[in-house]
């Protein structure tokens, strides 16, 4: 499968470099089974949902996981996205500029707060070992950014992210800490919206995957076959399930929030049931894919040439999506992490593979 079957190309302009002003004035594209859309807002979705739907929420939490610091001895800038723990006070992260932080090199952040560069992972990654005066959890929350994506930076002119970020790029149920990137589809809820569904009678279960920064990375060869995913961890309790399995069983709709959400459903229910646990996955989903577990999700906009569109493309079909996409720019949406969402619903029988 070719990654240009996979390309579009987006206005500059239609790229969010803020979020809405509340999160539920987000618009919503909405995708019924067969053919058509309409176009509404987020706080709209109610109306589509019915009792006894299941929705399905990846609650992992964001750390502040970008650095700056200086080396030592030179005092040069430099620039740290830590990627995931590699054990105490270690983590595997991407280091900038990856030419002057070689092994033995050692930052400083801030006050209590410093690394030393133990190996050299390739590709501009390294393997950090930490020196903390105190609790390295606080020393992060108090020196750390949030790590918003290179493109809603570039719109913004700026080289970190605003106060504002530690809470809009946070979903109102993250709850376990470890993504180094939103999962994006739920920053759009609010508490009064959950709280709405819950007394329609739509039941929700939350997963956990904690998202890494390879998850957006846009596909650099022209097979997408030959892409590698990386590795992301997730985790489902027993009760979430035998939720999960119980709305299969009953026939309800399972409707994910996310491609995240995606992921680890139909990770962990490749058999047809889910089955709880924590483990890695690498599972890439692409048209042509049979979908287990997942009837319709909420997602973003993605990036072309991207492994996020592939799996949308691979629930509604290639040239459905790419048509829906360039609706979607003459509309004039907003795109990518803090832009407009889409509703997909169960597609019943559509071909997906064109």
């Known amino acids: 499968m070719n990654v240009s079957d996979f390309d579009y190309t987006l206005p500059e302009e239609l790229v969010a470099a803020h979020p809405s002003e509340r999160r539920d004035e987000s618009r919503l594209l909405v995708v019924p089974p ?3 859309s309409e176009h509404r807002q987020f706080r709209d979705l109610t109306e589509y949902l019915r009792p006894g739907d299941l929705l399905v929420m990846n609650d992992s939490r964001v750390i502040p996981a970008r650095l700056f610091g200086h080396r030592e001895p030179g005092g040069g800038k430099c620039e740290v996205l830590l990627l995931e723990p590699a054990g ?13 932080l070689r092994v033995g090199s050692r930052i400083v952040f801030g006050e209590g707060l410093a690394a030393e560069v133990e190996e050299d992972l390739g590709g501009g990654e390294r393997l950090l070992r930490f020196e903390c005066g105190g609790e390295f959890r606080e020393a992060l929350d108090r020196l750390g950014h949030m790590p918003l994506p290179p493109y809603i930076l570039a719109r913004r002119g700026a080289r970190e992210s605003l106060p504002q970020d530690r809470e809009r790029y946070q979903t109102v149920y ?3 800490e470890g993504s180094v990137a939103a999962p994006t589809a739920g920053l759009h809820f609010t508490d009064e919206m959950l709280a709405a569904m819950n007394d329609m009678g739509v039941e929700t279960a939350r997963v956990t995957l904690h998202v890494g920064a390879g998850t957006f990375q846009p596909i650099a060869v022209d097979r997408i076959e030959d892409h590698p995913m990386h590795a992301e961890e997730y985790e489902i309790s027993p009760e979430v399930a035998e939720t999960i399995n119980r709305a299969k069983s009953e026939g309800r709709r399972v409707i994910a929030v996310g491609t995240t959400s995606v992921r680890t459903i139909e990770s962990a229910g490749a058999t047809g049931e889910v089955v709880p646990g924590c483990e890695k996955t690498r599972l890439m989903i692409l048209p042509g894919y049979k979908f287990h577990i997942v009837d319709g999700m909420i997602t973003n906009f993605h990036l072309p040439r991207s492994t996020l569109l592939c799996l949308v493309a691979a629930m509604i079909g290639r040239k459905r999506l790419l048509d829906l996409y360039e609706e979607a720019i003459r509309e ?6 803090y ?3 889409m509703l997909i619903l169960p597609q019943g029988n559509a071909d997906a593979v064109e």
């Open 332 to 337: 004039r949406y907003r795109f990518y992490s």
């Open 34 to 36: 067969g053919a058509g």
């Open 339 to 341: 832009g407009d969402a």
């Open 174 to 176: 993250a709850d376990r």
């Open 88 to 100: 105490d006070l270690k983590w595997q992260a991407m280091v900038r500029p990856g030419k002057k």
